[in-house]
Every structure is written in structure tokens, then in C-alpha cells.
């Protein structure tokens, strides 16, 4: 069941988008070579807990950290640890914040030093597809509208998208219905409706769309090695467009 937010929801939902933000741009501006995924974990929990608000992700369903960090072939949900990160790594930052009962949803991808020049293109590429993405999510369109929009960009760069994982609706919970896929035919799945907020996150890969989950049960790789890159903004569904709550 898809739950529409009202304008009460919607402003609580503003309030933990903007904290969301704050904690992903303040993270994204300390990694920095030499520091280990631990380390950038523990930084995003401080900047959380000086807020007054909570880690949305730690404990869900058993996750063990903060914040998810994803290096170079990790594609998401990356456990934070005693990998250290180099110079020229990417490094995917998926921050999640709870505060008055909703959550704010958001990602980035770093590059941290300097970085090969199809690595940058592939940033730009899959930022540029969360916002092809965004620019869809518009009253009487369909979810499938956004998933095009997102393979359309990044498969006309010469990038692959993932498929085994999808963005989602969002509130109260972390996981909402309607799935948001990162790929399809247009005008299929779920009319859009004000008070709708969906988390819009392309995982785009160098290489491959393949994927597989590791031993840990958490940590998603790319199948062929290759780096991939990953931007989320938590969003609701707007009449001449989306508004972005983790902007």
C-alpha cells in the first residue's frame, strides 16, 4: 500500500530531508585519503547525535553501522570497517536520518583526490540521472516514467544501471511501497499522486550491471570488479514538479 503523506507529515519530512542533507554534505566534505570507513562512520554518527536525531539504518534489519560506505566496487550498503581509503578512490556516502518520526534518505558519491577521467564521468553521469529521474516525478506521471529516465541517461553515457536493487517510497519507514526501479519503459506502475515521497537513488556501473551480495550478507559488489557510483535525493511528488526534502 502506497501511504500519502498530508502537509503535517510533508513538513516533518522537510525538517529530517534538511538533517539528512547536512549529515551527507558534512561527511562528504571529511573523507580524505588515510581515513578507514569506521572512521567516516563514527564522524556522520557524531554530526546525527548533535542534532538530536538517530541513525535510520543502524540496527534496521541488523545493519551494524551508521551510515553506509561503499568504495570503488562496492555498489551500496557497505559495512563500515578497516578498509582505508586511497587517493583516487570513490567513496558512495547512503545517509539516513530519523527525526520526528520520518526519515530523510539521501547519498552521494566522493571522489576523493584525483580520480581517472572515466571514474569523474561516471559521477557526473549518475548524478545527472538522479535528476533526470527527479524531473519526472510529477503529479499523473508514472513510476516507471522516473526508472526510464534514470537508464535512459546512463545508458547513453556508456554506463550501465543496476537492477537487483531499487529506489522506494519513504516516511515513517525506511522501505515504502512503490518500488522505484532504475530502469523500464515509460507510462507502467503506479500513477503519481500529490503527497507521494519517494527515495530516487541510480546505482550506476562502470562496467556490468551484475551484482552479488557478499559472505557478510550486506555488502553489494559489482560481479566484474568495475567501480560504480550512487546518488539519492528523498523526494515528494509535486504538480509542476518534485521538491527535493534532501536538497
Avoid at 564521468?121 to 516507471?144: D, F, P, Q
Wanted: glycine letters at 12%; hydrophobic letters at 45%.
Amino acid at each position: 500500500m502506497i501511504i500519502l503523506k498530508t502537509a503535517a507529515d510533508l513538513e516533518r519530512m522537510r525538517t529530517s530531508g534538511r538533517m539528512a542533507a547536512a549529515v551527507r554534505d558534512a561527511t562528504a566534505r571529511a573523507v580524505s585519503p588515510g581515513m578507514t570507513t569506521a572512521e567516516i562512520s563514527d564522524y556522520a554518527a557524531e554530526v546525527i547525535r548533535g542534532m538530536g536525531a538517530e541513525s535510520a539504518f543502524l540496527g534496521y534489519h541488523g545493519y551494524p553501522g551508521h551510515i553506509c560506505i561503499s568504495p570503488n566496487e562496492v555498489v551500496v550498503h557497505g559495512i563500515p570497517g578497516v578498509r582505508r581509503i586511497q587517493n583516487g578512490d570513490l567513496v558512495s556516502l547512503d545517509i539516513g536520518v530519523r527525526y520526528g518520526g520520518f526519515v530523510g534518505d539521501t547519498a552521494t558519491t566522493v571522489m576523493v583526490g584525483a580520480v581517472d577521467e572515466t571514474v569523474r564521468r561516471l559521477v557526473e553521469t549518475t548524478e545527472k540521472a538522479l535528476y533526470a529521474g527527479i524531473a519526472m516525478a510529477i503529479v499523473g506521471g508514472r513510476v516507471s516514467d522516473i526508472s526510464h529516465a534514470v537508464q535512459q541517461t546512463a545508458e547513453l553515457a556508456g554506463f550501465s544501471v543496476v537492477r537487483a536493487f531499487v529506489g522506494h517510497g519513504i516516511g515513517r519507514a525506511v522501505h515504502e511501497e512503490p518500488q522505484v526501479p532504475n530502469f523500464g519503459a515509460p507510462g507502467r506502475g503506479p500513477l503519481l499522486k500529490t503527497g507521494m515521497t519517494l527515495a530516487i537513488e541510480p546505482m550506476v556501473n562502470l562496467g556490468q550491471a551484475d551484482v552479488e551480495v557478499l559472505e557478510d550478507g550486506w555488502t553489494v559488489v559489482t560481479k566484474d570488479g568495475r567501480w560504480s557510483a550512487h546518488f539519492e535525493h528523498t523526494v515528494a511528488v509535486g504538480l509542476e514538479g518534485a521538491e527535493i526534502l534532501t536538497r
